[in-house]
Nanobody, 122 residues
């Protein structure tokens, strides 16, 4: 069993900041790509930011310049620092991890957190 445990969501005013955390736990050998997706109300899930173990990143255009993704590989944890938040950032944010569970193979699986709600409103 592998699970991604998210925290940090909540209500924030426009222009404010929020920091999300996600820790991968369970039968883990190594976490490869890790990051965040979000699903606004009534819309499809979309990429926010993705980060590999070596530091390469993929940031959505809608949040470039306002978010920073970081990782602590020793803790299998990824963070999303969000600044200058806008009402359109309101969404359920899902942690994502591509994870290998065996040191003997290169097989990996995609895992998702349960989601944490971020509401940007005055």
């Amino acid at each position: 069993q592998v699970q991604l445990v998210e925290s940090g969501g909540g209500l924030v005013q426009p222009g404010g900041s929020l920091r999300l955390s996600c820790a991968a736990q369970g039968n883990i050998y190594r976490v490869y790509a890790m990051g965040w997706y979000r699903q606004p109300p009534g819309k499809q899930r979309e990429l926010v930011a993705l980060r590999g173990r070596d530091g390469d990143t993929n940031i959505a255009d809608s949040v470039k310049g306002r978010v920073t993704i970081s990782r602590d590989n020793t803790k299998n944890t990824v963070y999303l620092q969000m600044n200058s938040l806008k009402p359109e950032d309101t969404a359920t944010y899902y942690c994502y991890g591509n994870i290998g569970t065996s040191k003997w193979t290169v097989n990996t699986e995609d895992y998702w957190g349960q989601g944490t709600l971020v509401t940007v409103s005055s």
